[in-house]
């Protein structure tokens, strides 16, 4: 292991008490999580970093809770958040970030499948001056057709969409600088899109390849039907991304484009009336217009309901539309 790293040394992320906060989510791992523990604190422990190692129960409803906290008993660095109920891993991820005190936190699955060795190489990555390294499982260990292959026909179609080019969104494993986390608020099965999101924000974002293993102990939460999800999400943050602050430019836009054209089929009615005698209803030209008309002033309308939105979102919890990096002041 890379303990000749001193990480805590580097002053680009900022002096906090905690340097790294580790976050898990857990549903139904109870025979993972010694060895899973076992492993972090084999790597961590060589780091000579601070760090602490957040669990978060979300409604296991096997012997994980019991697990985790005789985890928490015997090693003071790891805390254990229990859910009230099940609320999916991306929920549980934010609950754990949100309870994070390090300046750096590293996300990973409880299942084994990804590696903790895997931590120093992101770690380092993000001391290159990045915001977020996501890890990249080439070699992944699930089923090469259900998972695998939707996986990477999925991933194509994300980075097409969101404009940020990843190999391998669904990875758990990834760093990120704690500061960009409180710009990003997540829903669904969002975790995945944190990089995109992150890069609308303007993040530096690095991706490296890291170990995965099949999983041995329990069994996977999720089947084919995460994918519809994922693409409903997918959405979501396409139209936040591309229409947010642009809402009424394009709506409205598109709804000039609909009343235009509604100007213009009324203009062929009346030319065809006038030179060629053809009545208004002898023609569908009339209900065309009327039509694009109405199509046009809705999506003018739905602009400006947009726009409406937008602006009660970000007053409404004091956001601000834009997000700073960096202060200098004199010579720091
Ligand atoms: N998980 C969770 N809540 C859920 C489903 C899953 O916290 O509702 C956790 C699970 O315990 C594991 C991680 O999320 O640590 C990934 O789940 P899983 O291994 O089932 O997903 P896969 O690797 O098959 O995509
Ligand atoms: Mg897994």
Redesign the pocket.
């Known amino acids: 292991m890379k303990a000749d790293r001193d990480f805590g040394a580097l002053h680009s992320i900022p002096a906090e008490d905690v340097y790294l906060s580790v976050v898990?989510?857990?549903?139904?791992?109870a025979d993972n999580l010694r060895l899973l523990h076992e492993d972090l604190l084999a790597t961590l422990g060589t780091l000579g970093i601070s760090y602490e190692i957040i669990y978060?129960d979300?409604?296991s409803r096997d012997a994980s809770l019991a697990e985790l906290t005789k985890i928490a008993d015997s090693d003071k660095a790891s805390t254990v958040i229990q859910l009230r109920r099940?609320?999916?891993?991306t929920a549980?991820l934010s609950a754990g970030i949100d309870h994070a005190r390090g300046g750096v936190v590293v996300c990973l699955?409880?299942?084994l499948?990804n590696d903790p060795a895997d931590i120093p190489e992101l770690l380092a990555k993000l001391e290159e001056g990045y915001d977020l390294v996501s890890g990249w499982r080439a070699n992944r260990k699930?089923h090469w057709l259900f998972?695998n292959s939707v996986s990477r026909v999925a991933n194509t179609i994300i980075s097409c969409i969101t404009d940020l080019k990843l190999h391998d969104c669904?990875c758990?494993l990834k760093a990120y600088r704690r500061e960009l986390l409180h710009h990003i608020r997540l829903y669904g099965q969002m975790h995945r899109f944190i990089p995109a999101m992150a890069a609308m924000v303007g993040a530096a974002v690095a991706e490296i390849p890291v170990n995965h293993r099949p999983?041995i102990h329990?069994?996977?939460?999720?089947g084919l039907g995460?994918t519809f999800s994922v693409v409903m999400d997918l959405l979501t943050v396409k139209f936040l991304s591309g229409v947010s602050g642009n809402a009424i430019k394009v709506f409205g836009g598109f709804g000039l484009i609909l009343v235009g054209l509604s100007f213009c089929s009324g203009l062929a009615m009346f030319f065809q009336k006038i030179l060629y005698g053809i009545s208004f209803i002898q023609t569908p030209l009339l209900l065309l217009s009327a039509l694009l008309f109405i199509l046009g002033f809705q999506s003018i309308f739905m602009g400006l309901t947009a726009e409406l939105l937008i602006r009660t979102y970000h007053e409404s919890q004091g956001k601000p539309t834009y997000v700073v990096r960096n202060i200098y002041k004199g010579d720091r």
């Open positions: 898990v989510p857990v549903r139904d791992e978060v979300d409604g099940n609320f999916g891993q549980a699955d409880a299942d499948q699930d998972r669904g758990t999983r329990g069994r996977s939460k999720y995460r």
